[in-house]
């Protein structure tokens, strides 16, 4: 029997689950190696570097000037949410509220992934570096928090997105 062909869907889920079992391997390698706080300081550091990259390759692509993008943000946003998280983690809503855009997740890879290996206590979730690296590539600036955690205990993730004031 013939490999089935694989339509364009299937192949980008696979990219992502690929992508996101090696971030959270590169993760437990580090921490092995160096030790829970420098895998944390790491996967802020590259968090917000990879968001940089990808977002900066969505607009790219997409060959939006910077001021289309800003003032579509929350398209481009879901966009790259869509690209980048779809199948993988279970997004809750993505809504924007007073010039904010807040991301709510009820499943993520990381926190089934601590729960697994048994080190939620130990893990510092980087995803709010991730949404950083976003606003620094094009251009706008700004801040990103988590407000509420799966690895915390709490009922589902709140990431806070503030881009600077335009």
């Known amino acids: ?11 980008e889920s696979i990219l992502r689950h690929n992508w996101w079992g090696h971030d959270g391997r590169w993760y437990m ?21 990879v968001g940089k990259l990808e977002f900066g390759n969505l607009v790219a692509i997409s060959g939006m000037s910077q001021e289309s993008v800003q003032s579509n943000l ?9 690209l980048c998280a779809k199948d993988v983690f279970s997004v809750k809503e993505f809504v924007e509220e ?5 991301l709510r997740i009820d499943g ?18 980087a995803c709010f570096k991730r949404a950083e690296g976003w606003l620094e590539a094009i251009g ?10 799966l690895v915390k ?14």
Not at 98 to 102: P, W
């Open 1 to 11: 029997m013939a490999f089935p062909q694989l339509s364009p869907e299937h192949r």
């Open 29 to 49: 390698f580090v921490a092995n190696e160096l030790g829970f706080q420098k895998a944390n300081e790491m996967n802020m550091a590259i968090n917000k570097a």
């Open 74 to 82: 929350i398209e481009v946003l879901r966009t790259n949410l869509e």
């Open 98 to 102: 007073d010039g904010r855009y807040v």
């Open 108 to 125: 993520c890879p990381a926190h089934s992934g601590t729960q697994k290996a048994g080190y939620v206590s130990d893990y510092q979730c």
């Open 140 to 149: 706008v600036g700004g801040t990103a928090l988590i407000r509420k955690s």
């Open 153 to 166: 205990g709490d009922e589902f993730c709140e990431v806070v997105v503030t881009p600077e004031k335009r």
